[in-house]
Nanobody, 125 residues
């Protein structure tokens, strides 16, 4: 059984930081693409960052480039998203995801095979 469990969300002021964690279990060998999506209120889910087989280059959406850092710890079966210089528009539910080569080539929600339950991130004064 595949399980992706996120933690680390919360509320922070603009300019602050949060670190999201995702513990992953049960994935098959073909699920080599892992990353994060987010969904803001009233909007569709959008890709934030993804990594393939734990190797560079890591892809970042333009709206987080330079502020967010994706990392992976294979020994702990974990994926992390360090979020710095947070903005109010970063508010939303963040999902840990996994998929195959399709997700690597087309980083969109329809290509995701597995979703975590999501963790809320709120950036406000």
């Amino acid at each position: 059984q595949v399980k992706l469990v996120e933690s680390g969300g919360g509320s922070v002021q603009p300019g602050g930081s949060l670190r999201l964690s995702c513990t992953i279990s049960g994935l098959f060998y073909q699920h080599k693409t892992m990353g994060w999506f987010r969904q803001a209120p009233g909007k569709e889910r959008e890709g934030v960052a993804r990594i393939y087989e734990g190797r560079d280059p890591t892809y970042y959406a333009d709206f987080v480039k330079g502020r967010f850092t994706l990392s992976q710890d294979n020994a702990k079966n974990s994926l992390y998203l360090q979020m710095d210089s947070l903005k109010p528009e970063d508010t939303g539910i963040y999902f840990c995801v996994a998929g195959g080569p399709g997700l690597f080539h087309r980083f969109r929600a329809s290509e995701v095979d597995y979703w975590g339950q999501g963790t809320q991130v709120t950036v406000s004064l």
